[in-house]
């Protein structure tokens, strides 16, 4: 067998994306780079960064404005095969949008859902400890489990709140189901507690998938449905047309009173996504969409496209 | 109205995804056979564990994101000690991964 195995690696994605939302577009570049680098049997420290620059329409030209930052830095230590603890800044693992479905490189659509601000405590991240593993795995289903707490942080790049939480979820390879529970709680200002479930169903043999999410904050509530396919019908999901990727999302949210503390629209609203996507040889894909939202405070169009390159390489030559 | 319009977007694009391909067979799901002899499993040892990391792979490494193109066999273990916690990998099908991408 090939030594050498372990050579840390380097990868992420570069954008490029444009977003038309009621008649004005803004532009977006952005590229987030990934480091994951094994130490020893049993370490690893990895951390993903955000660079990007965007430009948004003014009434005499364009606005710009630039950010970047560290999106995650973590060290993982594998105590055994069904216990790593993590610590650093790492994602919060609520649902699955956010730790799973966030990387421009992996969302279907450019924009993440309504409701993903809700029980990720506004920076996405927590800043402390947390305990991950398999618990139960076996030939036919699986058990994964998250535990974690984070502690307030008003640091510029890693800005967390005094929160705790989990996640546990069941799969079954078989029939390729995952379902899924989440929780967490806000130690600081309002207690505020949130209640997540999700359910992946990308039945075998087929490349459909079916991912959905419900998540219930203190103040507003909601859910999407997204589905995705591509068709082997005709030559494979390598010929023109098995690289189609049409892509529909459903949301809907709903406030349940009018304090501002989440990213969740202040209205009720109900979305529909329909996409496009191509999946281009040499890991690069491009997105496109049209989506109507409606809602009491009115009804808009949305419509983007962007081009998205996946990168995959290792640090070094090999010993 | 509103909801009218929803239903119709609803129901367009349930047409457009009816005609979700099933054409393809999974390859390898129904798992191992564990009735043969040890002369026997050991003959096909290295066949067997070809097909296990295949199947753990396709079980596991498309459903958060597409399964990479290729890389290099120099960050396999990198790929699979990151990916082991997200996937829920147990010790036997990280082994089994490195040995499918270490052929």
Same mark, same amino acid.
Request: with cysteine; aromatic share 2%; glycine share 10%.
């Given at each position: 067998m090939a030594r050498a195995q372990d050579t840390p690696l380097i990868s992420g994605g570069v954008a490029f994306f444009s977003n038309t939302n009621g008649g004005n577009t803004s532009y977006m570049p952005l590229i987030e780079p990934l480091i994951a680098m094994p130490i020893g049997q049993r370490f690893m420290i990895e951390s993903r960064a955000a660079i990007l620059e965007s430009f948004n329409p003014t009434s005499n030209g364009y606005d710009h404005s630039h950010f970047a930052g560290f999106t995650y830095l973590q060290g993982d230590f594998i105590v055994n095969p069904h216990l790593t603890i993590v610590g650093g800044s790492f994602l919060l693992p609520f649902n699955t949008y956010n730790d799973r479905l966030s990387p421009v490189w992996i969302n279907n659509f450019q924009d993440g859902p309504l #409701?993903?601000?809700?029980? #990720?405590? !506004? !920076?996405g991240s927590g800043l402390g400890g947390m305990a991950r593993g398999s618990a139960v795995s076996h030939h036919s289903y699986s058990i994964d489990y998250a535990g974690w707490f984070s502690a307030r942080s008003g640091n510029e790049q890693f800005t967390a709140t005094r929160a705790f939480g989990g996640r546990t979820s069941l799969y079954l390879p078989d029939q390729r189901l995952e379902v899924g529970l989440s929780y967490d709680r806000q130690?600081?200002?309002?207690h505020e507690n949130f209640y997540g479930a999700h359910v992946w169903w990308e039945p075998a043999g087929t490349a459909f998938r079916l991912r959905s999410e419900y998540a219930r904050g203190h103040h507003a509530q909601g859910y999407w449905v997204e589905a995705d396919y591509r068709t082997q019908?005709?030559?494979?999901?390598? !010929?023109w047309v098995g690289r189609f990727e049409p892509v529909f999302r459903l949301q809907q949210t709903f406030r349940?009173?009018?304090?501002?503390?989440?990213?969740?629209?202040?209205v009720d609203t109900q979305r529909a996504d329909f996409g496009i996507d191509y999946n281009l040889p040499h890991n690069t894909r491009i997105l496109t969409s049209y989506s109507r939202q409606f809602s009491s405070s009115g009804n808009t169009n949305i419509w983007e496209t962007g081009i998205v390159y996946r990168f995959l390489f290792p640090t070094w030559k090999g010993r | 109205m509103k909801m009218t319009s929803l239903a119709v977007m609803l129901a367009l694009a349930a047409v457009s995804l009816a005609?979700?391909?099933?054409?393809e067979a999974p390859a390898a799901s129904n798992g191992k056979t564990e009735t043969k002899s040890d002369k026997q499993q050991k003959d096909q040892r290295s066949h067997q564990d070809q097909d296990d990391g295949e199947r753990i792979f396709e079980a596991?490494?498309?459903?958060?994101?597409?399964?990479?193109?290729g890389f290099s066999p120099r960050i396999s273990g990198t790929i699979v000690r990151h990916m082991r916690m997200r996937a829920s990998l147990s010790a036997h099908d990280e082994q089994e991964l490195l040995r499918f991408f270490n052929p």
């Open positions: #409701i993903a601000s809700l029980g #990720i405590l !506004s !920076s130690l600081q200002g309002t019908a005709f030559g494979g999901l390598n !010929s349940r009173d009018t304090v501002v503390s989440d990213g969740v629209p202040l | 005609p979700v391909a099933r054409s596991n490494c498309s459903r958060c994101h597409n399964a990479p193109e």
